[in-house]
């Protein structure tokens, strides 16, 4: 780390090398400060820096460490939500449900008229003895529960993937440096 006087109030600013040409912020007054150069920066004098405390100014830190890794962290939640709404679409895609509540009801109205008096009454006493309903929903109904649940998944795995991409866009266009 260089030691750079600030040109407004004389603070010692520390530069490291890596801010060779930048605007750096001075921690005393807050007004940017111009930091030179590499090749005029290593004529100014050299401080060492004690281990676990850094003295680079705090915004500068925040803008520089934050940002990439919630970029990066969002990018990977947008990728893993893509392909999960990926995988949930083509599952509920190939779901088939043949069966809809009006063709079931349709083939219990042609198959009653077919039926014998003794097998209707059968039928009857069933029905009063367990109850008009039922224990677990017809197949296709279950069939059309598990469509169901492939679109919901897909549609929430899309929508997490959006407000992803939209974070990572938002904090990468908040990383470019903006000129003082």
């Known amino acids: 780390m260089y030691q750079l006087p600030c040109p407004h109030c004389q603070a010692t600013v520390l530069v490291p090398p890596s801010q ?14 111009q930091v030179p150069k590499l090749g005029d920066l290593k004529k100014l004098p050299e ?11 705090l915004k ?12 990066m962290l969002l990018g990977l939640i947008c990728t893993t939500s893509l392909l999960i709404a990926g995988y949930s679409g083509i599952r509920w895609y190939l779901t088939e449900v043949n069966t809809t509540t009006e063709s079931h009801l349709n083939e219990v109205r042609e ?15 069933e029905m ?9 929903p017809y197949r296709y109904k ?6 169901n649940e492939w679109g919901l998944n897909a549609s929430v795995a899309a929508i997490i993937s959006i ?3 939209i974070g990572a ?5 908040s990383n470019r440096k903006n000129p003082d």
Do not use: W
């Open 60 to 71: 500068h830190r925040e803008s520089g460490a934050r940002s990439p890794i919630a970029m």
């Open 20 to 33: 060779a040409g930048d605007q750096v912020q001075c921690p005393a007054c807050a007004k940017t400060v």
């Open 128 to 136: 009063e003895k367990m109850g008009l309903e039922l224990p677990m």
């Open 142 to 147: 279950q069939q059309l529960n598990v469509k």
């Open 111 to 125: 198959l009653y008229p077919t039926r014998n008096p003794a097998e209707l009454l059968r039928e009857y006493e």
């Open 163 to 165: 407000l992803a991409l």
């Open 169 to 173: 866009l938002f904090f990468a266009s």
């Open 47 to 57: 401080e060492l820096e004690t281990p676990g405390i850094s003295s680079m100014p």
